[in-house]
């Protein structure tokens, strides 16, 4: 097991890859109208038709700014729902501590969106004698987009159980909020961005210094099998506005060499796109430094 999270370089910008281990969720939920041959053949499936994932998250460390994006999957599961998701390896805090930083010495937290994968470390167990749920990073204003939040307090069928009250009331009840519509430029070379599709308020991160462009996509490119426009996942809540923005995102990293850093890849956390001769068919390419 590695001793210290991967550190890739935009500039004078560090961003530090930091695991909140893997987990397995159903392939078809990942894959949703894609037949199955297909993703099985990349991606593999347990015994249970399960595949795994990574839950990667990203330290920025611009200047004395620290910028955590999304929270990973965190460790609030009964045993049972551990068994389902088969939670294994270290810890966002585990990582974090590795690297030299407490939860206080974040700034910010942005959530690209508010699923439980992505938001999972946002609040955890107080202590003391209420057992109540707190904000991690007490330090920290947390980022996210106006129409994720209210999203997220207004579920429907098919995102109930992944807009868990519990990741993001400790912090509304905290005020540590920081809503936005849009665009937020958080510190100069760090925008966050609304993309929509996969959720109403769901956004990326851009990361600019140097004359390179790193972007931390969530969910709008979970690993690098959905690098294919049509392979939006069964939980993606407005699919049409996915490809659309996939396919900007793709084209734009492809054609200006943005690095793309990705939630839930074990292999490629963050790599290259080289587009072929096909139009929106694109080859990915492993980023070495
Ligand atoms: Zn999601």
């Given at each position: 097991m590695r001793n210290l999270p991967d550190t890739i370089r935009i500039g004078g910008i560090e961003v530090l890859v930091l695991s909140d281990g893997v987990f397995r969720l159903d392939g078809g939920s990942m894959f949703?109208?894609?037949?199955r041959p297909l993703w099985e053949a990349e991606r593999g499936t347990d015994e249970e038709g399960r595949v795994t994932l990574a839950c990667n998250c990203f330290l920025i460390l611009a200047g004395k700014t620290k910028i955590l994006v999304d929270s990973g999957i965190?460790?609030?599961?009964?045993e049972k729902r551990r068994r389902i998701y088969a939670l294994d390896g270290r810890t966002l805090p585990e990582e974090l501590a590795a690297a030299?930083?407490?939860?206080?010495?974040?700034?910010f937290v942005v959530n690209t969106h508010l699923h439980m994968d992505h938001a999972g470390w946002n609040a955890s167990p107080g202590g003391g004698d209420s057992g109540g749920l707190v904000p991690t990073f007490p330090n920290a204003r947390y980022v996210v987009e106006r129409r994720e939040l209210y999203a997220a307090g207004h579920p429907t069928e098919l995102n109930r159980r992944t807009y868990l009250p519990e990741n993001w009331v400790p912090v509304a009840n905290a005020g540590l909020f920081l809503v936005y519509d849009?665009?937020?430029?958080?510190?100069?070379g760090v925008t966050v961005f609304r993309t929509g599709?996969?959720?109403?308020?769901h956004a990326c991160v851009m990361i600019r210094d140097g004359g390179r462009t790193a972007v931390a996509a969530g969910d709008l490119l979970?690993?690098?099998?959905?690098?294919?426009?049509?392979?939006?996942?069964?939980?993606?809540?407005f699919p049409v506005e996915t490809m659309d923005a996939r396919r900007w995102l793709l084209r734009e990293a492809a054609r200006k060499r943005w690095l793309l850093l990705c939630d839930h890849e074990p292999e490629f956390k963050a790599f290259y796109l080289k587009e072929g001769a096909i139009p929106d068919r694109y080859e990915v390419e492993a980023a070495r430094d």
């Open positions: 949703g109208i894609v037949p965190g460790r609030k599961f009964d030299g930083f407490s939860p206080r010495d974040v700034d849009w665009k937020l430029d958080i510190v100069p599709g996969h959720t109403p308020g979970p690993t690098s099998s959905h690098r294919r426009v049509p392979w939006a996942t069964a939980y993606d809540m």
